[in-house]
């Protein structure tokens, strides 16, 4: 949804750095409750629909895909060329994901440490993992800005 990734980008420019580049994004990033800003709010409610699927795909012969889930966090980031994530997880977040609104050529993806792939951004691409699972973007050279939207859903059985 164009208006929607417009309005997710225009958030993430208003906010600036509120994280003072001191989290393991190593890039402009928002507050880390942002659910309820323009853009992201329509995205938090796609995101809760998709993971619904997600939960039932992953434990498709049990009650666990049917466990209640609480969005904890969620953020922006705006990266420009030459920043970079460090490699961490979101554990305890029983599943995370990331949302592209734009796509920027030559800018770096998502890399996952255990499956040893980068994944290539695509405009619109969400992205779901477990919380435990290392993720890190690797410093690459690019015009413009990658943005990113980020968050984490916690257990609350």
Known sequence: DDKMNKKI???????????????????????????????????????????KDVQKLRWPNSDAGKRKLKLETIWGAKYKSGEETAEHDHWPALWSFVYYPNKVEGASGLTFREANVERTIEKGLLLFFSGNVQHSVRPSEFEGYRYCVAGNYHDTN
Not at 35 to 47: H, M, S
């Open 9 to 51: 980008i225009e958030q993430i420019d208003k906010q600036g750095d509120k994280q003072n580049h001191k989290t393991n994004i190593k890039a402009n990033m928002t507050d880390w409750d942002m659910r309820n800003k323009p853009g992201f709010k329509e995205l938090v409610k796609i995101v809760n629909n998709v993971l």
